[in-house]
Antibody, heavy 125, light 107 residues
Framework: QVQLVQSGAEVKKPGASVKVSCKAS????????MHWVRQAPGQRLEWMGW????????KYSQKFQGRVTITRDTSASTAYMELSSLRSEDTAVYYC??????????????????WGQGTLVTVSS | DIQMTQSPSSLSASVGDRVTITCRAS??????LAWYQQKPGKAPKLLLY???RLESGVPSRFSGSGSGTDYTLTISSLQPEDFATYYC?????????FGQGTKLEIK
């Protein structure tokens, strides 16, 4: 069965960076996209970006452009999300989510069937 | 970006009630709409996709309908485990966007 296991909670100071990992199992990692979605306390879910785990192509939300970097290590079936220049408003639970099937360099847009357990990132001085 | 607006934002109901939650997109999304259920401290769980297709394992009391810009999630007979927050999501275009959520509480 598909499983996405994320790294543990982090506490960071304003201005620092955080890198969250997401280890995938139960499917061919390079055949699907991996998305990152966050949820600040009491707020709606917010899409941050995604990576084609096959060729490494990425696309980011304009809101996070320049601050977020999504990468992957195919040998470890692991995706990473790094967010820099952290501020208090970045305090949130960050989820990795498996996206659509990728073929020929493109990934199908799809609903989110498989979610990681979430990683709480707290930004506080 | 496509804006997703849910109504109501919160709803009080009793076990056995029929409830309907509405989601409106700021432009047509061709049924590329999913519904999720989220309980406190947990990741969202997919309930329906393509507006009306039930995810495997989800009880049949959940149903979805709609087209164009307007969609609904209906729970035919509320069970105690259904009290949670529900989100709609469009995956028609990037960035994929979510509604603000509907918190379903016990009356």
């Amino acid at each position: 069965q598909v499983q996405l296991v994320q790294s543990g909670a982090e506490v960071k100071k304003p201005g620092a960076s955080v890198k969250v990992s997401c280890k995938a199992s139960g499917y061919t990692f390079t055949s699907y996209a991996m998305h990152w979605v966050r949820q600040a306390p009491g707020q709606r879910l917010e899409w941050m970006g995604w990576i084609n785990a096959g060729n490494g192509n990425t696309k980011y939300s304009q809101k996070f452009q320049g601050r977020v970097t999504i990468t992957r290590d195919t040998s470890a079936s692991t995706a990473y999300m790094e967010l820099s220049s952290l501020r208090s408003e970045d305090t949130a639970v960050y989820y990795c989510v498996r996206g659509g099937y990728c073929s020929g360099g493109s990934c199908f847009a799809e609903y989110f069937q498989h979610w990681g357990q979430g990683t709480l990132v707290t930004v506080s001085s | 970006d496509i804006q997703m607006t849910q109504s109501p934002s919160s709803l009080s109901a009793s076990v056995g009630d029929r409830v309907t939650i509405t989601c409106r997109a700021s432009q047509g999304i061709s049924n590329s709409l999913a519904w999720y259920q989220q309980k406190p401290g947990k990741a969202p769980k997919l309930l329906l996709y393509a507006a009306s297709r039930l995810e495997s394992g989800v009880p049949s009391r959940f149903s979805g309908s709609g087209s164009g810009t307007d969609y609904t999630l209906t729970i035919s007979s509320l069970q105690p485990e259904d009290f949670a927050t529900y989100y709609c999501q469009q995956y028609y275009s990037t960035p994929q966007t979510f509604g603000q959520g509907t918190k379903l509480e016990i009356k």
